[in-house]
């Protein structure tokens, strides 16, 4: 089932439910315990401290070989230098980003509705961000959850590697992985641990396990 893209398990930022802990902290202890990319998304940030974040980040991050991917922050991503962005359906078009960035950037898009997946069949992406899968709080701005059929039916027909995002937990990862995403993206599963460390081994144990059933 393996179509190649961004594997593993993605932490995706909310230094508001990181409980009044460092976001660097959370952040390089869900690392030690399996992380495999961050996505810095920040939503409130005023831009110069939002570069600042994302080169410090990006410094702390490099020991570890671990991607750093911008949020929705085109500017921010090239201002930087990190090693790709992941947009939305309202953000700069595909073909923009791939023009801006080159073509070594990661690109993720995110995909919330059937009409997405069919039009990002063309677009110059490198994964698709399948959101959400589960209603979250943490996802309030969406169509409606997309469940294990959609992911599956997404899967079918996509040329595209699938990032899955939205209400994944250690219990449910196991089949979200079935249905065919190669990555797992959570944002409370880590910010709000109590040990994100644990916690990532936890979840990193889920999609290994898992990928160890599949054909």
């Known amino acids: 089932m393996n179509k190649g893209g961004m594997k593993g398990l993605c932490l995706v930022t909310d230094r508001n439910l990181c409980g009044g802990r460092p976001l660097e902290e959370v952040v390089l202890e869900a690392v030690r315990g399996g992380?495999?990319?961050?996505?810095?998304?920040?939503?409130q940030l005023a831009t110069r401290i939002f570069v600042a974040t994302a080169a410090h980040l990006k410094a702390l991050l490099a020991p570890f070989g671990i991607p750093l991917i911008i949020?929705?922050?085109?500017?921010?991503?090239?201002a930087v230098g990190t090693h790709g962005v992941h947009v939305g359906q309202d953000d700069m078009p595909c073909e923009t980003v791939r023009r801006l960035l080159g073509p070594t950037a990661l690109i993720g898009l995110s995909v919330e509705c059937w009409e997405d997946v069919v039009r990002a069949q063309d677009q110059p992406v490198d994964y698709l961000g399948v959101s959400p899968i589960f209603a979250t709080p943490t996802k309030t701005d969406t169509r409606?959850?997309?469940?294990?059929?959609?992911?599956?039916?997404?899967?079918?027909?996509?040329?595209?590697?699938?990032?899955?995002?939205?209400?994944?937990?250690?219990?449910?990862?196991p089949a979200v992985v079935r249905a065919g995403a190669e990555g797992i993206a959570v944002v409370s599963a880590l910010c709000a641990a109590l040990d994100p460390r644990?916690?990532?081994e936890a979840l990193k144990r889920s999609i290994t396990d898992a990928g160890k059933q599949l054909p």
């Open 35 to 43: 992380v495999t990319s961050v996505q810095l998304r920040e939503k």
């Open 71 to 78: 949020n929705d922050r085109v500017d921010v991503a090239l």
């Open 144 to 173: 409606g959850a997309w469940g294990l059929e959609g992911l599956a039916r997404i899967w079918a027909f996509s040329r595209h590697p699938l990032v899955a995002i939205g209400g994944l937990n250690e219990a449910n990862i």
């Open 198 to 200: 644990q916690a990532a």
